[in-house]
Structure formats: structure tokens, C-alpha cells
């Protein structure tokens, strides 16, 4: 009784064992209310489960797979180069307009810049990871620029006090003091490269993707298809974000250290 008190009271913290039943019990009701309000053009979680089967034995399923994370790979290394470079100049005096322009970059919508980065591209692949990278960027960059921010002030005076130059200063303290927090940084953005990649796709046919086969299921109204797909893409989101976890404290184990 009181662990059902708990669930519904603000605040609480729940055990591990008690959150792993509520959210069981609570994806399971969601399953059943879909399952019983289903019909017509949406389909139910069973014809979904029965689409999912088919899109695996789909010949071209596996190339369309490897394009899509080959691409979202791809995008996000060299974004996270290009972000980090942005982000450590940024402590420049001289580079901090340029950072801060990209940042209000996030405003800009990539429907009306198609035009332009097809003129700067040579083929369909360098046009979607293109269109890819500039989408990430400014949000990594805002999202460093956010780490670097929260930086005591007294990490720098220390530095001051071992006589370290500002170069220095700017390498202990936010490059190499810094790298566990720069990659859970690219774990949260890789939920927006990943969330991209099927509207990126869609621009460029030739080399394949997810966001191809939705866009071909969507022609030809095949909703079983385009919810398998959707569940595909969301499971795959939830497995990568899961082993980036298991990567991070691998290479920075400390990060599971816990301080009252």
C-alpha cells in the first residue's frame, strides 16, 4: 500500500525494482488501450509485430539499415569536431560572435537551405550528410558552450596558481577536464541525428535508408509498413543510446562515482 502511495506522491524516489514495474505495467496498458482502440487506417500493435517480420525478410532491408547508421555516423564525428573546435575558440574573444551565431543557428529551418547546399554539393550523399551536420552543430555547440559555462571559476585559478598560461589553462581545464562530459554531450545529441536522419533521406533517394523505405510505405499507404518501420527506428535510438551509456563509463569510469 505504501509503495502505491509512493508512485503517485511528487518527489519520491522509487527503487529500481519498483520503476522497472511501473514501467512495464504501464507499457503494457498502453499496448492493450492501442490494441483495443485500433482499427481502420491505424494499425493495431499485432499487425505491427507481424509488419516488423516482414521488414526483416525485405531484401534490401540490411543495405538500408548500414546506409542509415553509416550516415548518422558519419554526420555526427565530424559535427562533434567542428562543434568542439567552435566551442573551445569560443573562450577567444575574437571567436565568441562566431559561436554565438551558430547557436541562433538552430533557428534556421533546412526546408529553405536545400537549394543552397545542393549547389554546394556534388551528389545526393554529400547533399544529405551536409544538411545532416548543420542540423547537429548548433546544438552541440550550444550544449558545450553550456558545460564550459558551468566551469567553477576556481578550476582557472587554480591554473593561474601552478603559473599555466591561458593555453594551458584552456587544456587542462575544459579540453582534457571536460571529455566525459563532451561525450555524454554527444549521447544526448545523437537522439537529434538519429531523428533527422529519415527527413535527410528523404531528399536524396539514390543511396537508400530508413527514410526511404517510409517514404515509399507512405506512398502506397502501407501503415503496417510505416509503424514497423517507426518501431525499428525507435528501438535502434534506445539500443545506441544505451551502449554510448556503456562506453562512457568505460572510458570514464570515475563518472560513476557518487559525492553527498
Same mark, same amino acid.
Given at each position: 500500500?505504501?509503495?502505491?502511495k ?16 511501473l514501467? #512495464? ?5 498502453a499496448?492493450l ?5 485500433g482499427?481502420?487506417l491505424?494499425?493495431?500493435?499485432d499487425k505491427?509485430?507481424?509488419? @516488423? ?8 532491408f540490411?543495405?538500408n /539499415?548500414?546506409a542509415?547508421i553509416t ?5 555526427m /564525428?565530424?559535427?562533434? #569536431? ?9 573562450? #577567444?574573444p575574437?571567436?565568441?560572435?562566431i559561436?554565438?551565431f #551558430?547557436?541562433k543557428c ?6 529553405g537551405l ?8 556534388q551528389?545526393?550523399?554529400?547533399? =544529405?550528410?551536409?544538411l545532416l @551536420?548543420?542540423?547537429?552543430?548548433? !546544438? !552541440?555547440?550550444?550544449t ?7 566551469i567553477? =571559476? ?6 593561474t596558481t601552478?603559473r599555466?598560461n591561458?593555453w ?25 541525428a538519429w531523428?533527422m536522419?529519415t527527413?535527410?533521406?528523404?531528399l536524396?533517394m539514390s543511396?537508400?535508408?530508413?527514410g526511404?523505405?517510409?517514404?515509399k510505405?507512405? =506512398?502506397?499507404?502501407? /501503415?503496417d ?6 518501431? @525499428?527506428?525507435?528501438?535502434l535510438?534506445i ?7 556503456l562506453?562512457?563509463?568505460w ?5 560513476k562515482?557518487?559525492t553527498?
Amino acid at each position: 500500500m505504501n509503495k502505491l502511495k509512493a508512485i503517485f506522491e511528487p518527489l519520491r524516489m522509487l527503487d529500481k525494482r519498483t520503476m522497472t514495474i511501473l514501467l #512495464v505495467a504501464e507499457a503494457a496498458l498502453a499496448l492493450l488501450v492501442w490494441q483495443l482502440s485500433g482499427g481502420g487506417l491505424i494499425p493495431t500493435p499485432d499487425k505491427v509485430l507481424k509488419a @516488423i517480420g516482414t521488414i526483416f525478410t525485405m531484401p534490401d532491408f540490411i543495405d538500408n /539499415l548500414f546506409a542509415s547508421i553509416t550516415l548518422t555516423v558519419k554526420g555526427m /564525428l565530424i559535427s562533434i #569536431v567542428i562543434a568542439l573546435i567552435i566551442s573551445y575558440l569560443s573562450i #577567444v574573444p575574437f571567436f565568441q560572435p562566431i559561436a554565438r551565431f #551558430v547557436i541562433k543557428c538552430r533557428y534556421l529551418t533546412l526546408t529553405g537551405l536545400i537549394f543552397l547546399f545542393t549547389l554546394l554539393t556534388q551528389n545526393g550523399g554529400q547533399l =544529405k550528410l551536409s544538411l545532416l @551536420i548543420f542540423g547537429i552543430v548548433p !546544438f !552541440f555547440v550550444t550544449t558545450l558552450l553550456g558545460v564550459i559555462a558551468d566551469i567553477n =571559476k576556481q578550476e582557472f585559478e587554480l591554473c593561474t596558481t601552478l603559473r599555466m598560461n591561458s593555453w594551458q589553462s584552456l587544456w587542462e581545464v575544459i579540453i582534457v577536464g571536460r571529455l566525459d562530459q563532451v561525450f555524454e554531450v554527444m549521447r544526448q545529441n545523437f537522439a537529434i541525428a538519429w531523428l533527422m536522419i529519415t527527413s535527410v533521406e528523404g531528399l536524396s533517394m539514390s543511396q537508400g535508408g530508413l527514410g526511404v523505405m517510409l517514404i515509399k510505405a507512405n =506512398k502506397y499507404v502501407q /501503415l503496417d509498413i510505416v509503424f514497423g518501420t517507426l518501431v @525499428i527506428i525507435f528501438a535502434l535510438g534506445i539500443f545506441f543510446d544505451f551502449i554510448l551509456g556503456l562506453f562512457r563509463h568505460w572510458l570514464f569510469p570515475y563518472t560513476k562515482l557518487h559525492t553527498r
